[in-house]
């Protein structure tokens, strides 16, 4: 079995055994040069050739041991097993030669068969045994030429230990490739198990909902993000604190005893708890509870090592924001009643424009103020209910004259001076504001009549909640150094709530009961139908009281060049 796509540098053990290897071979020269200083120190017949043979054969197998020790050679044979394989059976040949009769250094070939059937191919292992079974028989042959010993036991000899040299061999590279069989299976199984890890760590930390870790202590073992945020704790590690421990330990009891009763009674949990810190409000927070199975059980999965005891349960905490999970239940239900709204909208328009006229022909008959009153009072709420309804219909218009309108481009400057205009100009008095236009040569892509709609509500909206200082709204125009234009709408309101932020372009979805809802929906849709973007920040701008902060729609517009943004999911709403 060929193994050239092993990599040395993660074949850790293949490493150890091709260290071993070369350690065996600095050990067999130097016992052999042992074993022929103790001939020369007991007035055997000296043999300066054989001792300087071993010393040599030490002092390569030292090199190749200090500077060849990390990687293992290819397992394809070639020139670099000659400083190897090569030397050993150079090295033994020469010795049995040297001392022929005197002794036996046949054993010695089962190291450089060993190492080529564990770092070497199969070809390569039979290969090196044939060469050495051929040197056994060219011996038996020498050894009969010179008359000693018997010639049919020195060939029977030669035979042996060759086919026992050939069994070794195979059976030394199967367990080799076995060995790399089972490494190939572990690294797939770990590979998997870490692209898993990370799969699941990248879930559970970019979850909204809060995950906790812990163990029967209450000591947190792993808690993302948002399992921090809801524990009130910012500055939290994200492993290793307790739940009983610290100047918050107080508000984190309700979940200690969840935990507990998890591991009491052994199944899942779930409650609603309130998490409530020194001098701040409340946390309400619904948590449910799993345990881990323990792992020396016979059929549990393996689990991960987030503890140094094998045996030891452990309680995922899943915590849920209770006011996002109402918040998105609302919305929900507000979604619902807006298809249902807009369902009954066109049966609304028909008797609303008939009341309409109806009171218009009886005002004109009408003279005592207080009936001319009532009349008045019927009109003003007739147009607010007309307007309500052109709000729920916008949504299916916008959709509409969105898809057939034509591409076209237009200068930002002139129709945002124009637009403007325009708005100031029905209500002078009420409606100041300051335009400030610095995107000069600008052309972007969208339509006129949207791009009025959109103003116009952006600019209704600020309207409604800015300060009654003259300079408390204002608008303006700019490109960035890549040529990016935007346009955005500031208003020195008050800043928005958490909730409220939350929902902004969400149709039906309104902080006020006199609204629909719809507004800042429509300017999404449209800016989304042209390729741009519109979104919410709370910036600081200047004004005649120094720097102000205040609430910023900005929309970002597409190049000409780019393609439309494909629509919305709420393109699927019927109206």
């Known amino acids: 079995m060929s193994r050239r796509a092993r990599l040395p540098n993660d074949d850790t053990p293949f490493v150890r055994l091709w260290r071993g290897f070369l350690t065996g071979r600095a050990m067999v020269a130097l016992a052999l040069l042992v074993l022929q200083g103790l001939g020369l120190a007991l007035n055997h017949t000296p043999e300066p ?81 044939a060469v050495v079974s051929l040197l056994l028989l060219a011996w038996a042959w020498w050894l009969n030429a010179h008359g000693i010993g018997d010639a049919a036991q020195n060939y029977l ?19 080799a490739a076995r060995l790399v069989r089972e490494q190939q299976h572990a690294q797939q199984s770990l590979m998997t198990a870490q692209l898993q890890s990370e799969v699941s760590a990248l879930v559970i930390q970019n979850l909204d909902d809060g995950v906790l870790v812990l163990d029967e202590h209450a000591h947190v073992h792993m808690a993302n993000p948002a399992a921090l945020l809801l524990l009130g704790g910012r500055h939290l590690p994200a492993a290793h604190f307790s739940l009983r421990a610290g100047t918050r330990s107080a508000a984190w009891q309700p979940l200690v005893a969840l935990a507990q ?48 005891r094998a045996d030891e349960r452990l309680c995922v905490m899943f915590l849920h924001d209770l006011r996002a999970m109402q918040a998105r239940l609302r919305t929900e239900k507000l979604a619902a009643m807006g298809r249902m709204s807009a369902a009954v909208a066109h049966e609304i328009r028909n008797p609303l424009a008939a009341i309409t006229q109806a009171n218009a022909l009886l005002e004109e008959d009408l003279h005592d103020p207080a009936q001319r009153r009532l009349a008045q009072m019927v009109r003003e709420n007739a147009e607010r209910l007309a307007r309500i309804v052109d709000d729920v219909l916008d949504i299916a218009r916008v959709q509409q004259q969105a898809q057939l309108a034509p591409d076209a481009t237009l200068a930002l400057d002139d129709s945002v001076a124009r637009i403007c205009g325009e708005w100031q100009a029905q209500e002078p008095a009420l409606r100041q504001l300051n335009v400030a236009l610095h995107a000069e040569n600008a052309q972007v892509a969208f339509d006129t009549e949207h791009l009025r709609r959109v103003l116009y509500n952006l600019l209704d909206n600020a309207l409604r909640h800015k300060s009654p200082e003259p300079d408390g709204l204002q608008v303006s125009t700019r490109t960035t150094p890549g040529g990016q234009a935007s346009l955005q709408v500031w208003s020195d309101g008050a800043p928005l709530d958490q909730s409220v932020e939350r929902h902004l372009f969400e149709p039906f979805f309104s902080s006020q009961s006199r609204s ?25 701008r200047p004004t005649r009281r120094g720097d102000v902060e205040g609430n910023a729609f900005t929309v970002l517009f597409r190049p000409t060049a780019l393609p439309a943004a494909p629509a919305s999911l709420f393109d699927t709403l019927v109206v």
């Open 49 to 129: 050739a054989a001792l300087a043979i071993c010393l040599a054969y030490l002092c390569a197998a030292l090199a190749l041991r200090l500077w060849k020790h990390h990687v293992p050679p290819s397992p394809v044979l070639g020139p670099q097993w000659l400083g190897t394989i090569g030397m050993d059976l150079g090295v033994v040949c020469a010795l049995q030669w040297l001392q022929a009769g005197g002794m036996n250094y046949t054993p010695l070939f089962g190291l450089p068969i060993l190492l080529a059937a564990v770092h070497g191919t199969l070809l390569m292992a039979l290969g090196t045994t």
């Open 157 to 175: 000899q030669g035979a042996l230990a060759g086919m026992g040299y050939v069994i070794v061999a195979y059976l030394a590279h199967e367990l």
């Open 516 to 540: 629909s809802g719809l507004g800042l929906y429509i300017c999404r849709e449209l800016c989304q139908r042209h390729g741009a973007s519109i979104g919410y920040q709370r910036l600081s």
């Open 261 to 308: 009763r998890s591991f009491v009674q052994g199944h899942a949990q779930a409650a609603d708890v309130y998490v409530q810190h020194a001098d701040e409000s409340p946390v309400a927070l619904h948590v449910r509870t799993w345990l881990t199975p323990s792992r020396t059980a016979p059929a549990a999965p393996p689990q991960p090592a987030l503890t140094a």
